[in-house]
């Protein structure tokens, strides 16, 4: 006979934000504001890429961002100089944001004239991975620097977004980086995954993450 009790703690949080995440969708939906959850390691140019993305829409629609980081506003403030709405959000130490949290972040930003929005997550391949924002679509940035092998190490990331977005394409002829293995065995991750190829400092691809933005914040509002 046991002596103790064995308590699944971590399937009951996730139960709870899993449920929270489908609410802040279904309100999401309500109010025609397309939430997208952008996740990466630090220094795969997140922030650069949402600028890039900035760029592309801000005469197409209404966007808000919101950047979360362990500490500082380095992030918020360069986005502040574009004139988009934005904030800053500090998760006190966690690694990720989850649904609550996010929905926080929403109220403190204001959707009310927000078309598009995006929740430029904590710097990380593992924790964001495993929580539900309650975001109506999910993408994430390899880029070229850091290898075509984190799709090996890293499988859930990859498994659970809609977009890949390789950055850094200008550089990839000063490193060994295989596109072709690292878009094969992601397609074997998730087959219905989105690859787009871009250079955030250039420009390149640019358009076609634009116009993915485009079509999905489209079927957002009607479907």
Known sequence: ??????LEIKQSVFQNNDR????????????????????SSP???????????????????KIGIL???IDSDVDANTVSKTGTKVIQLHTGGMCHLDADMTKQGL?????????????????????PAEFDTGA????????????????LKYPLMFSI?????????????????????VTEHVKKLNPNIKIIPISARTGEGIEEWAEWIRTEV??????
């Open 43 to 61: 220094g795969s140019g997140k922030t650069t890429t949402v600028l890039r993305t900035i760029e592309a829409l801000k005469e197409e629609m």
């Open 67 to 69: 950047e979360a980081d």
């Open 107 to 127: 109220l403190g930003m204001g959707t009310e004239d927000v078309d598009f929005a995006i929740l430029e997550n904590v710097g990380n391949l593992v924790c």
């Open 161 to 181: 977004v809609d977009v890949l977005l390789i950055n850094k394409m200008d550089v990839i002829d000063y490193f060994d980086f295989n596109l072709e293995a």
């Open 136 to 151: 109506s679509k999910s993408a994430m940035i390899l880029s070229i620097p850091e290898g075509h092998d984190k799709s």
């Open 1 to 6: 006979m046991d002596t103790y009790k064995v």
């Open 20 to 39: 929270q995440a489908d609410l802040l969708r279904e309100d999401l939906k309500k109010e025609k504001t397309f939430l997208l959850n952008l996740m």
């Open 218 to 223: 489209k079927n957002w509002n009607t479907n």
